[in-house]
């Protein structure tokens, strides 16, 4: 290959993209098997020897041309054409492409189509800036990886690349996927799945996105995402998902992905990238609530508040009430959290109440009557569970204040209470922790209601 490079061309940009296109003529020419639908039909080992050869035919031009030839090829997109091919075969073998820094490359694999599981693995360390584009392909299954992966772990599959650490962009638009498209470890500074259909699922655990545009595609099965982290929220307007869909600890606007991935994108996908993140969380909730599936909707909901109120979308005491609700119940979306903050808030007050009581002056500041009137100030009959609860509690006057308060607020303030109060500073924490308890339980009782009602939120 060196020698053919030496004796044909003068090592240059110009002589190094047309000994690419004269490789790929090859490969029409050599392939035994003719076209069918206008696409060329080659075996799965006969593609990856076509893109190793690729591959070798550029590090013996970077060799020969050294450093003129690294400056000149700087500004421009080397294309490995691998478009309009049907690869046939199931194929065990891997490939690599040589490091090199600085260079932009695109893997050019649209309108291909693949009749079995594919492989893609990004496995060379940061510098080159590589693109693969798979614009119209079809697959059965596509799998997107990062570094060390071992080919020979997976049956029926094959490494399509060899590259590394990340992809600075991967094209699906108007395609089609039979079964399905996992990223498993992957990075990724730009996923455009535009228009495309996934017949079954998409799923992603562990890996980490840029930007990822849904744009008027369709997944028909599953959508998962778990434990991925996000430059930006996926966009999905117009996009139809499915009521099987998972949002498993993920993180959203993780900072730092925003140095990694903000200057490798685009500069025509700015608009997309700077769409506001509440904007995108409310078209999140709304496709998970259309979709049916209501836990990601209140998700997503909590989600799109908190970034409205830590953007200063809201203020003075609305932006107060917004951070008390999103600390109390997640925006309505957790009910564990609302009855923790609930027994937390009463228990932390009969804390208060035994350091007053015993720290401070006494002087009988409660008391639990003998005699029982209106004993917890708001009925005028005490039911007998009631009464014989807060006489369980005549030797321990603390618990039963702090019951009283929390089961039913402000008795302390009737005529005929179940505990009197005979300090004013007693009964000023009564009555703070009356409105907590009254606030907290409201929120609990409401997230109760939103995780359980039917229809979604």
């Known amino acids: 290959m060196k020698q053919l490079w030496g004796n044909r061309y003068t090592p240059s940009a110009v002589a190094l993209d047309n000994l690419l296109k004269a490789h790929r003529s090859d490969l029409e020419t050599s392939s035994s098997s003719g076209q069918i639908d206008g696409l060329g039909l080659v075996t799965a080992s006969k593609f990856i020897e076509y893109i190793r050869e690729a591959e070798a035919i550029i590090a013996y031009a970077l060799e020969d041309g050294g450093s003129t030839m690294y400056q000149e090829l700087g500004g421009m997109l080397i294309q490995i054409d691998c478009s309009h091919l049907k690869v046939t075969e199931q194929v065990r073998t891997s490939i690599a492409l040589k490091k090199i820094r600085g260079l932009r490359f695109e893997y050019d694999l649209k309108s291909c189509v693949f009749s079995d599981y594919v492989n893609v693995v990004c496995d060379m360390e940061p510098g080159a800036i590589v693109h693969l584009n798979l614009s119209r392909a079809k697959f059965n299954t596509l799998v997107v990886r990062g570094p060390g992966y071992s080919v020979h772990a997976f049956d029926a599959s094959f490494k399509l690349l060899g590259l590394g650490g990340a992809f600075d962009r991967l094209t699906l638009n108007n395609a089609t996927i039979d079964t399905a498209l996992w990223f498993d470890h992957a990075s990724v500074a730009e996923v455009q799945l535009i228009s495309t259909k996934v017949i079954g699922s998409f799923e992603a655990k562990h890996s980490r996105f840029g930007e990822l545009d849904f744009g008027m595609s369709t997944i028909k099965k599953r959508l998962v995402f778990d434990h991925c982290r996000f430059m930006q929220p996926p966009n999905v307007h117009t996009t139809i998902l499915p009521g099987d869909a998972i949002f498993e600890k993920n993180v959203f606007l993780a900072p730092e992905l925003v140095q990694e991935f903000k200057p490798k994108l685009r500069r025509g996908s700015d608009a997309l990238v700077y769409t506001s993140p509440a904007e995108r969380f409310r078209a999140l909730r709304l496709a998970m609530k259309t979709a049916g599936s209501q836990d990601e909707e209140l998700r997503f909901f909590a989600l799109e508040m908190r970034n409205r109120r830590q953007n200063g979308q ?133 997230a109760l209601r939103l995780k359980f009602q039917r229809g979604g939120g």
């Open 314 to 446: 809201v203020a003075g005491v609305e932006r107060i009430i917004s951070w008390l609700y999103d600390l109390v119940s997640v925006y309505g979306s957790s009910t564990t959290r609302a009855m923790q903050v609930f027994l937390l808030w009463n228990v932390g007050f009969c804390a208060l109440f035994f350091l007053a009581i015993t720290f401070g002056p006494r002087l009988h500041a409660l008391d639990i009557p003998t005699g029982f009137g209106t004993v917890l100030g708001v009925v005028s009959t005490v039911p007998p569970a009631v009464h014989n609860t807060i006489a369980a509690f005549k030797g321990n006057e603390i618990i039963a204040l702090t019951l009283q308060n929390a089961l039913n607020p402000f008795a302390v303030l009737s005529a005929n209470p179940g505990v009197r109060i005979n300090n004013l500073s007693i009964a000023i924490l009564s009555i703070i922790q009356s409105i907590g308890s009254i606030a907290t339980g409201a929120l609990a009782l409401l």
